[in-house]
Nanobody, 130 residues
Framework: QLQLVESGGGLVQPGGSLRLSCAASGFTLGYYGVAWFRQAPGKEREGVSC????????NYADSVKGRFTISRDNTNNTVYLQMNSLKTDDTAIYYC???????????????????????WGQGTQVTVSS
């Protein structure tokens, strides 16, 4: 079956770091752009970062620029989100999703519009607290 599974979440103090992983099974993740989204209690889901299928293009939400880095290892069918200098406002459930819009794939672009993503993981909890 087609699955995306996030891992790497947990409890960390402000200023700490976590690395999230998004592993695909049942399909080749390298054919798709991937984005990380997050949703905090009482807030709307927001795009965090995205990466094109070949890794050549990335985008970041302003709130995480300079602190988070998205990368991918298509050999291992995995996308990562390295999160440094974590803040309490980063507390959320983090989801990865695969972009199923063909045009973004062929253009080598990535987007963070939720409507573009057909496959979603179950989420992993990130809690930043002292």
């Amino acid at each position: 079956q087609l699955q995306l599974v996030e891992s790497g979440g947990g409890l960390v103090q402000p200023g700490g770091s976590l690395r999230l992983s998004c592993a695909a099974s049942g399909f080749t993740l390298g054919y798709y752009g991937v984005a990380w989204f997050r949703q905090a209690p009482g807030k709307e889901r927001e795009g965090v970062s995205c990466i094109s299928s070949d890794g050549g293009s990335t985008n970041y939400a302003d709130s995480v620029k300079g602190r988070f880095t998205i990368s991918r290892d298509n050999t291992n069918n995995t996308v990562y989100l390295q999160m440094n200098s974590l803040k309490t406002d980063d507390t959320a459930i983090y989801y990865c999703a695969a972009d199923t819009l063909w045009i973004t794939t062929v253009q080598g672009l990535c987007v963070m519009s939720a409507s573009a993503f057909g496959y979603w993981g179950q989420g992993t909890q990130v809690t930043v607290s002292s």
